[in-house]
């Protein structure tokens, strides 16, 4: 058994969080990677090498931030909730930071169709979001609701 399984069944809360991030994470890379090709294509008959580029490059960006908050879910299941609370909140402001500094720096470039990379993220981000909502709703988590 390894030290993760072990620490695993210590903790319940981890196990939850475990459960919650593996049907997340299932249900975003269902979804959201053919929205992401369906993007590139679309965008690449509409405008061609840039919007293929662009709109590849959005994808990329978005499935990166997606996947990196349930990351940030299994890495942090085994802690006390209030710290998994922190790492989610400081991860969020990462992540939004990083992503502001990445469009910043390819504001210039002229090879990617700007329009393009902003559709394709905005498309791959809330239909990730949506898809983990959905997968989180239907989890089975043990919830204590007091009267």
């Known amino acids: 058994m390894s030290e993760a399984e072990t620490h695993e069944q210590e903790n ?16 975003s890379l269902l979804v959201t990677p053919p929205a992401v090709l369906v993007c590139i294509a679309l965008f690449s008959i509409l405008n ?4 293929f580029l662009g709109s590849l490059v959005g994808g990329v960006l978005a499935l990166l931030a997606s996947l990196s908050t349930l990351g940030l879910m299994r890495f942090s ?18 992540k939004v930071v990083l992503l502001f500094a990445a469009l910043t720096l ?17 498309v791959a981000i809330l239909l990730a979001a949506a898809a983990e909502f959905a997968a989180f709703r239907k989890t089975k988590i043990p919830t204590i609701i007091p009267s």
């Open 77 to 94: 299941a085994g802690q006390d909730p209030m710290f998994v609370m922190v790492i989610a909140l400081g991860g969020y402001v990462v």
């Open 48 to 51: 061609g090498l840039p919007g």
């Open 12 to 27: 319940p809360h981890a196990k939850v969080v475990l459960q919650a991030a593996r049907a997340m994470t299932k249900a």
């Open 106 to 122: 390819l504001k210039g470039v002229t090879a990617l169709h700007p329009m393009s990379l902003g559709i394709t993220m905005i």
